[in-house]
């Protein structure tokens, strides 16, 4: 069965920084896409940013120039650089493994971390 771990979160001064991790475990064969996605409370799961296999990103608008997503395909690890932080970037912090293929099941599917919370103060 596919984990997903996240670590890195907590609380920083606005203007601070936090890099955070996610593992992927399980027997895993390959993953596409691995991304992070945040919710603030109240309000939907949206995108951060994402990362191919073949080092392809896309980010939010609003992290862009602040945020940087980077991928260890050996090790199945996605982190995020965050600089920069601003209060409104508190949220929990999702990791998902998009397109995943374990060698058990031969089948893609997506995996969900349980999050991560990173809180910002003004």
């Known amino acids: 069965q596919v984990q997903l771990v996240e670590s890195g979160g907590g609380l920083v001064q606005a203007g601070g920084s936090l890099r955070l991790s996610c593992a992927a475990s399980?027997?895993?064969?390959?993953?596409?896409?691995m991304g992070w996605y945040r919710q603030a409370p109240g309000k939907q799961r949206d995108l951060v940013a994402t990362i191919t296999s073949g080092g392809v990103t896309n980010s939010a608008d609003s992290v862009k120039g602040r945020f940087t997503i980077s991928r260890d395909n050996a090790k199945n690890t996605v982190y995020l650089q965050m600089n920069n932080l601003k209060p409104e970037d508190t949220a929990v912090y999702y990791c998902?493994?998009?397109?995943?293929?374990?060698?058990?099941?031969?089948?893609?599917?997506?995996?969900w971390g349980k999050g991560t919370l990173v809180t910002v103060s003004s």
């Open positions: 998902k493994a998009g397109g995943a293929i374990t060698i058990a099941t031969k089948k893609s599917m997506d995996y």
């Open positions: 399980g027997g895993i064969f390959s993953i596409n896409a």
